[in-house]
């Protein structure tokens, strides 16, 4: 059974930044792609980030380009990822979710509802 457990959300001012960690254990999570999504009050659920198993490959939402960095680490039977967050706006707030799949990073952001494993969730709030 995979589980995720992330941590890093919390309050911050606009143009701040923040770190969110993702943990995977579970399954072959090392060999799996990982991703981020979020959803803000009210809004649909919008792709974040992925990265591929080994890291080698990276994909970013246009909103989140130059701003958002995601890395993972993934040692034995485990997988961490992270998503540094900097520039932080409004617009940025909202529930950020760990999301892990045997498939392709580069089909996350299409393909959200095929998604095996999400996380619980850690609230991001950036202030004016």
């Known amino acids: 059974q995979v589980q995720l457990v992330e941590s890093g959300g919390g309050l911050v001012q606009a143009g701040g930044s923040l770190m969110l960690s993702c943990t995977a254990s579970?399954?072959?999570?090392?060999?799996?792609?990982m991703g981020w999504f979020r959803q803000a009050p009210g809004k649909e659920r919008e792709f974040v980030a992925a990265?591929?198993?080994?890291?080698?490959?990276?994909?970013?939402a246009e909103s989140v380009k130059g701003r958002f960095a995601i890395s993972r680490d993934d040692p034995t039977n485990t997988a961490t990822m992270w998503l540094q967050m900097n520039s932080l706006t409004p617009e940025d707030t909202a529930v950020y979710y760990c999301?892990?799949?045997?498939?392709?990073?580069?089909?996350?952001?299409?393909?959200?509802?095929?998604?095996?494993?999400w996380g619980q969730g850690t609230p991001v709030t950036v202030s004016s």
């Open positions: 990265i591929s198993w080994g890291g080698i490959s990276k994909y970013y």
């Open positions: 579970g399954g072959a999570v090392s060999r799996y792609a």
């Open positions: 999301v892990t799949d045997p498939g392709f990073a580069r089909d996350m952001a299409a393909a959200s509802d095929r998604i095996k494993y």
